[in-house]
């Protein structure tokens, strides 16, 4: 009964972990996500950056409101704000150009 | 099933090498097949060390004592209840544990991150495995849990009795996964350095990792202290033993880190700090249980004393090496891509508060490892104890405590000197308030206590203020109720309200232990029967002495407890009635111990008589003195042993015999034990009145209760990526307009 259990678990890893080896040719080389040149993970890295951004938008937002931040100083930083999530904006859209027209 | 068991953990080591060599190959030729296999080779180890758990765990329900731990460590009369926790009260269980939780917590961030950071998610998937290769090691040639033996015995030796107390369920699962999920972080830096791909990415997608450990370790810790508290006998939380500081050392450090990767996250800053932490608490993590599983310093944990010392500071060695190598090796890639603007900001507060802490975890360090180190320069060993860490760590808590406070009132960046008057009048003033009103009370003799009072109301204050104006905020919007716009608000910035939160719980935890440390009354009395004693105005009167034999389910002697009824009175008025036994243990048959002295030889435990409110706790626990039993205890021994020896073996093996002397030493011994309620002697009851303890777990479960709230997932805006390429793409001539949307998107109800 051991040797079956054991017999049937050893051949359930083999298998599973295996079977991306055993897909039809695999061609020598990382997927676009893992190539530096590629912009598929510029591209994430854009978006983690831009959720950042919008999220400090934010915040900077409600510690206006909330009476952190005077009207003045939140009119400077809400604009500096803007312009580093507009500058990310277009940073992802070039990155999206380029993956979708490489070269 | 310990043959599938023992081959599980040998199929688990191929498994976990394997994957580690695939991951590295992969990433290094560019094959993500190999990669992928890498990851598969988690989530098979993940299922192996699931199945090889599930038979240890009925290996203990089932009392099979084939199997070595689950005699050593359980007993057919061990409730179910405890059975399942049973195995990691074992050194096998428990690294069976370990490597079982860590397989599952790196499944899922790899699941998680299986189509992002592929190729830092390759080192990590090695470094992952490495720690999984290292502790199903230890498991299958150290310390192996599926090693059996051809002559089981008829009975267990049961579970160490103070583990047997409901916390023992979930405090070292809790600190284990704390330990484990430090890891995740740990790895992806790890990959992130060395691939050299150091942005927020790898940071945003292990930041929940990180909370997560922060919130299981602080759960850990905490069950821990109310364990102590209740269960050990000694009057207090907290002793600053090693274990405990294991545990402690390491959240100090993530708690760091879960405040700094903000400043990162928003400017770019402190990359080498954030990285040093997530190292640091990855190492601490695993010195923690190196301390837990080595018995190397004296610890209070000395059920989980071993030899496997060696190995966990090779493995220490590699860490602290390799991650100061990596650091410097990618210094440049980590340089500051901001500066700080102003001191009067909340970036300058956390940096302080960063500071704070880590000088927390070094003084803790220094003083728990100071044993180790007089040792090495001296050859003695010196213990200093809980007084050495009072003078540096009391300081340092105030500051924490009112950097605590100062953080949610700052804004990020810079602050006007009239916005810092607006948001800290009232918080100051409430302060100011209290310790007004405490020093007008007379309470002046504790200046340490006093100072945390008031910090703590100023962190309270600010952060109902801050609750306050974010509702006002809402209301001015939408117009909905008061407490409507409250939830709501709370509900859509749970990051920032969650980590409020926190900190007001951290503020009601210190103001618990500032006080109960500092104004806490006790007493050690000897009292009889109808004497009191007094402590803090209250008089404890010992009503009377009581006895119970416990046998469990085959009528085999299961403890023996001595306690007593102590009724509590202040100025006359009845206040409460307290009951409080010390249990006593049979230990297992030990040559050269008598039959009726082993029924009192094996381990003790207390339960503790324990008032609790809101003002105070009125704590006690009977420590009763054997020796006015110990001469009939002996005659009972030479009775018995001269029984024993006038019978012949083949006598001696007579079921009837046998069942005969049974049943005599179990009227002997309820005989002794009735001696303490029909001649009852004095007894020893250490007394204590604390003020605000309770105000400690309530802390504690606001601080799980805000940790849990900032974990929660961010549906909002999870949608507000798909509006956000939408709106990108409707408004191309319009440069404002998108970040409006996006903003809009985020803050307006869905």
Known sequence: MDLVVIMVLLGLVVVFVSAPLRRVAPSVGLPPEMTTGDPEPELRELETARDAKLRELRDAELDHRTGKLSDQDYQALDASLRAEAIEILRSMDQARDHAEHPG | MAPVGRTLLILGLVVAVYGICASIYGVRTGRPQWVDSGRRAVYSLAGLMTVAWVILEAAFLRSDFTFNVVWQHSSTTTPTFYKLAAPWSSQEGSLLLWVWLLSLWSSLILFLTRRRIRDIAAYATAVLLGFATFFVSLAAFFANPFTTTSTPPAQGSGLDPLLLHPTMMIHPPMLYSGYTLLTVPFAFAVGALITGKLGSEWIALTRRFALASWLFLGTGIVLGALWSYTELGWGGYWAWDPVENAALMPWLCITAFIHSVMIQEKRGMLKVWNVSLVLGSGTLAILGTFLVRSGILDSIHAFGASTLGVPFVALLALMIGGGLGLILWRRRLLASEARLDSLLSREAVFLFQNLVLMGMVVVIFWITFFPLISEAVTGNKISVGPPAFRP????????????????????????????????????????????????????????FALAMFALGTFVLVGVVQELVRGAAARRAMTREAPPLALVRVIRRNRRRYGGYIVHAGLAILLIGVAASSSFQHSRQVTLTPGQSASVNGYAIRYVKPTEHVATDRSGALASIAFGAVLKVSRGGHRVTTLRTVRRFYPAPLTPGVGPISIAFAGSADSVVGLQTNLTHDIWTVINPNLAPLQGRINQGDRVFERLMQSLTPAQ????????????????????????????????????????????IWIGAAIIVFGGLLALWPIPVLLRSRSRARSAVRSHPASPREPVLDHATAMREPA
């Open chain 2, 652 to 695: 001696a093996a007579q079921p009837t015999v046998r069942n005969t002397i049974a049943t005599e030493q179990a009227v002997a011994i309820n005989g002794l034990s009735r001696q303490f309620v029909t001649h009852p002697w004095p007894v020893t009851f250490l007394l204590i009145v604390d003020p605000l303890v309770l105000w």
């Open chain 2, 392 to 447: 540096f760590i009391v300081p340092l808590a105030l500051v924490l405590v009112a950097l605590a406070g100062i953080g949610p009132i700052i804004a990020w960046r810079r602050v006007t000197a009239a916005n810092l008057r607006r948001n800290f009048l009232l918080p100051v003033a409430a302060g100011l308030a209290c310790l007004v009103v405490l020093l007008a009370d007379g309470v002046d003799s504790r200046p």
